[in-house]
Antibody, heavy 116, light 110 residues
Framework: QVQLVQSGAEVAKPGASVKVSCKAS????????IHWVRQAPGQGLEWMGS????????NYAQKFQGRVIMSIDTSTSTVYMELGILRSEDTAIYYC?????????WGQGTLVTVSS | QAGLTQPPSVSTDLRQTATVTCNGN????????AVWLQQHQGHPPKLLSY???NRPSGISERFSAFRSGNTASLTITGLQPEDEADYYC???????????FGGGTKLTVL
């Protein structure tokens, strides 16, 4: 069945960057958008942006523009989300989700902890 | 970015009916409808209803999604203990060119 498998937990220092991966399988990778959504501890869901294979057209939330880069490796059906200039408020679980009208499959989430 | 508005919490008795509302505007819910997600503690969100209100395969008939104008609602009938979770609405906002989320509603089954 459709799977989105994300990379493992990360710990990063303030000011550094982190790169999270999301490997897709069991569906036609190029047909769906991949979105990134994050959830701070005890908080709600926050949309960060999306990317569309195969040409990697991106759409970033205004809040993250200049700090986030989403990319694709079509050879491995993997999407990457890199967030830079990290601050403590970026500590959250980061999810990828597949979408073509509705976000129907989600990755398991990647905990990113920003701490000195 | 402006989001959708949900009540922070809803409490309803076991085997009764709960309704969660989600208010948006003509650029989001009124434009293309809303999607509902369920999230249990420690788990990723799970799709409960598509934008058109249909349920994905495997989702119980007890979950029904509706839209009236700029407001979406999720109704859960015959509440079960496992329905206790956080519920989120989300929609594409055509003016922001972004997904917007509701703040989430914590459903408690009494």
């Amino acid at each position: 069945q459709v799977q989105l498998v994300q990379s493992g937990a990360e710990v990063a220092k303030p000011g550094a960057s982190v790169k999270v991966s999301c490997k897709a399988s069991e569906y036609t990778f190029n047909n769906y958008f991949i979105h990134w959504v994050r959830q701070a501890p005890g908080q709600g869901l926050e949309w960060m942006g999306s990317i569309k294979p195969p040409w990697a057209n991106t759409n970033y939330a205004q809040k993250f523009q200049g700090r986030v880069i989403m990319s694709i490796d079509t050879s491995t059906s993997t999407v990457y989300m890199e967030l830079g200039i990290l601050r403590s408020e970026d500590t959250a679980i980061y999810y990828c989700a597949r979408e073509l009208g509705s976000p129907d499959y989600w990755g398991q989430g990647t905990l990113v902890t920003v701490s000195s | 970015q402006a989001g959708l508005t949900q009540p922070p919490s809803v409490s309803t008795d076991l085997r009764q009916t709960a309704t969660v509302t989600c208010n948006g505007n003509s650029n989001n819910i009124g434009f293309q409808g809303a999607v509902w997600l369920q999230q249990h503690q420690g788990h990723p969100p799970k799709l409960l209803s598509y934008r058109n209100g249909n349920r994905p395969s495997g989702i119980s008939e007890r979950f029904s999604a509706f839209r009236s104008g700029n407001t979406a609602s999720l109704t859960i009938t015959g509440l079960q203990p496992e329905d206790e979770a956080d519920y989120y609405c989300t929609a594409w906002d055509s003016s922001l060119n972004a997904w917007v989320f509701g703040g989430g509603t914590k459903l408690t089954v009494l």
